[in-house]
């Protein structure tokens, strides 16, 4: 039994060794096949982005139809290699199986598909490009690769986002770098007792000898707020181009200059002060606002007493 046994089993050994050497001149040119069905996908996708770069949105079409265009190939390379080394493979009986489980590979891969289909419209609609300057919730930086499934972005502090291409379509997207003119601003506080109209004549001057600053649109100075310790002034002025290297490096510069003149020129820029004033309640003009003198206690002949007869008083009015 067990030299029966041992028969069969190298019977079958060599049956499938036959079976491979067959095979193996199909495998070879099938393999052929798929390489030269490869190079034929890549070669299409670069004639492709050739074809439309000099359209508008070329870039992205490209990027669309020619990565479209190489994944067919190489599919229809595959599904013809495989037809060459298994005779009895069909591509018809191939297809109709993925139809039956189309649904469940939807359902299977949903986030996948939903972040291609996005990739496409950005390629297609192009809110922004590569190398655009972009705001998406807490991250900012450079577009560096605009893919089917998500977009790569390098952070001013040198790390790479990868934000899926849903998140992207779905939600606000600034782009700070759409333009090539960018306006910047910035408040300056000055003091109640300065000049107004002459603060605003300074900040104009340093605006406009500024390199970076653009003299069309023309800057501005104009007052925007009375708030509780100065009269605030902003200053508006646009750059060119405006990535955030140009906006750091005039800001820098405009702050600066600015803060520089107005010092010289006699202008206070003042920081937050709280002024406390202590009122005594037992005076007998308290609530007569006409007699009443807000920050010191009257003195005893109804006088306002000066400031070095303020502990005298005080003494005065606590003895028996």
């Not at 891969?109 to 291609?116: K, S």
């Not at 499934?149 to 770098?177: C, H, K, M, Q, W």
């Not at 708030?227 to 600066?256: G, H, K, M, Y």
């Not at 007569?288 to 005298?312: C, F, H, I, N």
């Amino acid at each position: 039994m067990d030299e029966i046994s041992i028969t069969l089993a190298w019977e079958k050994i060599e049956l499938m060794l036959q079976e491979t050497i067959k095979l193996l001149p199909n495998l070879v040119i099938g393999t052929i096949i798929f390489i030269l069905f490869w190079f034929i996908a890549r070669f299409v996708r670069s004639f492709v982005r050739q074809l439309v770069r000099g359209r508008r949105n070329g870039r992205n079409l490209g990027l669309v139809f020619g990565r479209l265009a190489q994944w067919f190939i190489i599919i229809l390379g595959a599904l013809v290699a495989l037809t060459i080394i298994l005779p009895s493979f069909k591509p018809s009986d191939f297809l109709a199986s993925l139809g039956i489980g189309g649904v469940a590979i939807g359902f299977a891969f949903r986030d996948v598909l939903q972040n291609f289909l996005a990739g496409i419209l950005i390629l297609l609609t192009e809110p922004f490009q590569l190398n655009d300057q972009i705001v998406f919730k807490d991250f900012e930086g450079t577009v560096e690769n605009i893919e089917t499934r998500a977009t790569t972005i390098r952070t001013y502090d040198g790390r790479r986002v990868v934000i899926p291409n849903a998140e992207l379509f779905t939600n606000s997207v600034t782009v700070n770098t759409a333009f090539d003119k960018r306006r910047l601003e910035y408040d300056f506080g000055i003091g109640y007792g300065d000049d107004i109209a002459q603060a605003k004549q300074i900040i104009l001057a340093v605006l406009h000898e500024q390199e970076d600053v653009l003299t069309d649109p023309a800057p501005e100075a104009i007052v925007v707020a009375l708030a509780d310790f100065t009269i605030n002034i902003r200053a508006r002025w646009w750059i060119n181009p405006p990535r955030q290297a140009d906006l750091i490096s005039a800001n820098d510069q405009v702050l600066e200059a600015v803060c520089v003149r107005l010092a010289e020129q006699g202008i206070d820029l003042p920081f937050p002060t709280q002024q406390i004033l202590f009122h005594d309640q037992t005076e007998e003009t308290d609530g007569d606002r006409t007699r009443q003198r807000e920050g010191w206690p009257v003195a005893l002949d109804g006088s306002a007493p000066k400031a070095r007869d303020l502990v005298k008083a005080l003494r005065q009015r606590g003895s028996p």
